[in-house]
């Protein structure tokens, strides 16, 4: 069985937007994805690691446990043997309290990338491949989070070019989200359950090419 950890925040975690509920798993994009790839008689396994507001390696002022490099290596060592890492985060990073633009948040997955790869996983397991996916870009935010991620459609630009030279430079497949889809218009940072839709057929096609 190939084993698959979806590293992520809110996006991932299905949060609807404008509440605080959650999509079902089979609504939510690795859902979609893990359905999608097992009806090509593969035999897939999609753990979801996906925390609200976690950042890639900073803390959150208010809530504790929202930086990803925190525990990440003891993660990976969890779930192990892993046969491919999905690494999605940066949109807290442009909450408003935080100053950070594209770039910081590429730094912050560069760190990311290395806790993976020098996680304490048992001898003869495999390091898993990673495949870094951009998040769609922050719109104008609305709705009650609109003070927390106050300005960040202007912090965030950039991001999936910083990402993508991340990736090749650190040696892991890369997905530009935006490419797939735009984020929520009704709250401009989340996905609609139509988009988990999309987005998760498109992540699929993507992790077929690499597990292949």
């Known amino acids: 069985m190939k084993q698959i950890l979806v590293y992520s925040d809110s996006l991932t975690w299905g949060i609807i937007p404008l509440s605080r509920k959650r999509l079902g798993f089979d609504d939510r994009w690795p859902g979609v994805m893990e359905n999608v790839l097992n009806k090509d008689a593969r035999s897939v396994r999609v753990i979801e690691n996906c925390?609200?507001?976690r950042r890639t390696v900073w803390d959150d002022p208010f809530k504790s446990g929202r930086n990803g490099l925190q525990g990440i290596e003891q993660v990976i060592e969890m779930h192990s043997p892993l046969d491919l890492v999905i690494l999605m985060l940066g949109t807290n990073d442009f909450q408003s309290m935080h100053?950070?633009?594209?770039?910081?948040a590429s730094q912050g997955?560069?760190?990311?990338?290395?806790?993976?790869?020098k996680a304490p996983i048992e001898p003869g397991m495999p390091c898993p491949e990673i495949l870094l996916i951009a998040p769609p870009p922050i719109q104008a935010p609305k709705g009650p989070i609109a003070e927390k991620f106050l300005g960040g459609e202007k912090k965030c630009r950039g991001l999936?070019?910083?990402?993508?030279?991340a990736a090749k430079e650190n040696n892991c497949f890369f997905l530009n989200a935006a490419?797939?889809?735009a984020a929520s218009q009704v709250d401009g940072i989340h996905l609609d359950?139509?988009?988990h839709y999309i987005f998760g057929r498109?992540?699929?096609a993507k992790v077929k090419e690499i597990i292949a």
Do not use: D, F, M
């Open 51 to 53: 925390l609200n507001g």
């Open 193 to 195: 359950k139509g988009q």
């Open 160 to 165: 999936a070019g910083e990402y993508a030279l």
């Open 179 to 181: 490419q797939v889809t």
């Open 202 to 204: 498109a992540v699929a």
């Open 99 to 104: 100053p950070h633009n594209a770039w910081h």
């Open 109 to 117: 997955i560069r760190s990311l990338i290395t806790a993976i790869r």
